[in-house]
């Protein structure tokens, strides 16, 4: 079922790429090619590392948008997971956005996801504690709250 | 009659000196995101000002940050209270100096960028912070502690379209549930505005655009 879902997600028009990550920061299920594997996890990483940092003071994000020229990525954070999406029409955005709504809800009522979603559980602050730093990283993380 | 407006409209310092020139006892209460601020006036000076925790000339100057918020003016109303008993041209003055002064890193080039940003509807705070997560300038006192956590937001950003070999995000959103933020990457720093939770950002993002470009 999760591959229906990402196919309707899919099916908005110029979408080309759907991944759901862990909070681990593994992909589960994806639909779409145009970013390999290996970069949509560091991008979760880095989507993760925003959303603990803004965790740490105190805000729940629920939703980033990213606006290039010609490239927009969305990520939309729910419990224990996000959907990365990247589309290249900001007329979409809107119905993206209610989409992926609907999805979170369909993907908390989804027992084979449940199930992939409790192995791979963990706490996305532990991004702001393992992994590869920079400087500029670990100056700021170590002036979280 | 009250006076009504909105700080968006008309500068909190033109709105003193008019009230000084026109040799007014008023009242003038200032409410900018829920928080209230007050400014008294008797004839033609102005002897009191309260902004929670401020009071006095302190107070004053925190008010004079203000880019937004509502006010209004009541005439007749006397001072709880007498707090300020320097000349209504030099509190301004003074008020003026360390607005340039606080945070300002190159001059008053903020103070008319966030000027034209604030006539955007639905933009309700707006700072700057470097890629430290300082904070360059500010619209308003209180900003909270978001300013590391933004700074990182806007660095993960970058990081995020150099994966995609992409340079930074023009605009980078962050829908927090109770709050709207926009992110705009400015060489090493990031200009941060804080805008009402319906904003489209369809509408809102060319607009941002535009003032930036001047």
Request: proline share 2%; glycine share 6%; charged share 25%.
């Given at each position: 079922?999760?591959?229906?879902?990402?196919?309707?997600?899919?099916?908005?028009?110029?979408?080309?790429?759907?991944?759901i990550c862990?909070?681990?920061?593994?992909?589960?299920?994806?639909?779409?090619?145009?970013?390999p594997?290996?970069?949509i996890?560091?991008?979760?990483?880095?989507?993760?590392r925003i959303?603990?940092?803004?965790?740490?003071?105190?805000?729940k994000?629920?939703?980033?948008?990213?606006?290039?020229?010609?490239?927009?990525?969305?990520?939309?954070?729910?419990?224990?997971?996000?959907?990365?999406?990247?589309?290249?029409?900001?007329?979409?955005?809107?119905?993206?956005?209610?989409?992926?709504?609907?999805?979170?809800?369909?993907?908390?009522?989804?027992?084979?996801?449940?199930?992939?979603?409790?192995?791979?559980?963990?706490?996305?602050s532990?991004?702001?504690?393992?992994?590869?730093?920079?400087?500029?990283?670990?100056?700021?993380?170590?002036?979280?709250? | 009659?009250?006076?009504?407006?909105?700080?968006?409209?008309?500068?909190?310092?033109?709105?003193?000196?008019?009230?000084?020139?026109?040799?007014?006892t008023?009242?003038?209460?200032?409410?900018?995101?829920?928080?209230?601020g007050f400014?008294?006036?008797?004839k033609?000076?102005?002897?009191?000002?309260?902004?929670?925790?401020?009071?006095?000339?302190?107070?004053?100057y925190?008010?004079?940050?203000?880019?937004?918020?509502?006010f209004?003016?009541?005439?007749?109303?006397?001072?709880?209270?007498?707090?300020?008993s320097?000349?209504?041209?030099?509190?301004l003055?003074?008020?003026?100096h360390?607005?340039?002064?606080?945070?300002?890193?190159?001059?008053?080039?903020?103070?008319?960028?966030?000027?034209r940003?604030?006539?955007?509807?639905?933009?309700?705070?707006?700072?700057?912070?470097?890629?430290?997560?300082?904070?360059?300038?500010?619209s308003?006192?209180?900003i909270?502690d978001?300013?590391?956590?933004?700074?990182?937001?806007?660095?993960?950003?970058?990081?995020i379209g150099e994966?995609?070999?992409?340079?930074?995000?023009?605009?980078?959103?962050?829908?927090?549930?109770?709050a709207?933020?926009i992110?705009?990457?400015?060489n090493?720093?990031?200009?941060v505005?804080?805008?009402?939770?319906?904003?489209?950002?369809?509408?809102?993002?060319?607009?941002?655009?535009?003032?930036?470009?001047g």
């Amino acid at each position: 079922m999760p591959e229906r879902i990402l196919k309707e997600i899919r099916n908005i028009d110029t979408v080309e790429l759907v991944a759901i990550c862990s909070f681990k920061g593994e992909i589960g299920f994806k639909s779409g090619n145009m970013i390999p594997d290996d970069e949509i996890r560091q991008i979760a990483i880095y989507l993760l590392r925003i959303y603990a940092a803004q965790k740490l003071t105190g805000n729940k994000l629920l939703s980033m948008e990213f606006y290039w020229n010609n490239h927009f990525l969305t990520a939309r954070f729910a419990d224990g997971f996000l959907i990365i999406t990247v589309c290249s029409s900001s007329e979409v955005l809107a119905l993206l956005r209610i989409t992926l709504n609907v999805t979170v809800a369909n993907l908390s009522e989804n027992k084979p996801f449940l199930k992939w979603l409790k192995k791979h559980k963990q706490d996305a602050s532990k991004h702001l504690r393992r992994g590869a730093f920079d400087d500029l990283e670990i100056g700021l993380i170590s002036r979280l709250g | 009659m009250a006076l009504v407006g909105n700080l968006k409209d008309i500068k909190l310092a033109n709105l003193v000196q008019l009230n000084c020139m026109e040799h007014n006892t008023a009242k003038l209460t200032i409410e900018h995101n829920g928080k209230y601020g007050f400014i008294y006036f008797e004839k033609g000076q102005v002897v009191h000002a309260e902004y929670d925790p401020f009071i006095g000339e302190d107070a004053f100057y925190r008010l004079l940050q203000l880019f937004a918020g509502n006010f209004k003016v009541e005439s007749g109303i006397r001072a709880p209270a007498k707090t300020i008993s320097t000349n209504w041209n030099n509190l301004l003055l003074e008020g003026l100096h360390r607005l340039d002064d606080e945070g300002q890193g190159s001059g008053s080039g903020y103070t008319r960028l966030f000027e034209r940003l604030y006539t955007i509807k639905g933009v309700k705070r707006i700072f700057i912070i470097d890629n430290e997560g300082r904070i360059l300038a500010k619209s308003t006192a209180e900003i909270n502690d978001m300013h590391i956590a933004l700074a990182l937001a806007s660095h993960e950003s970058q990081k995020i379209g150099e994966t995609i070999r992409l340079k930074a995000p023009q605009f980078v959103s962050m829908n927090m549930g109770n709050a709207h933020l926009i992110l705009v990457r400015q060489n090493e720093n990031t200009l941060v505005l804080d805008v009402e939770k319906k904003t489209r950002l369809d509408l809102i993002l060319p607009l941002i655009k535009k003032a930036l470009s001047g």
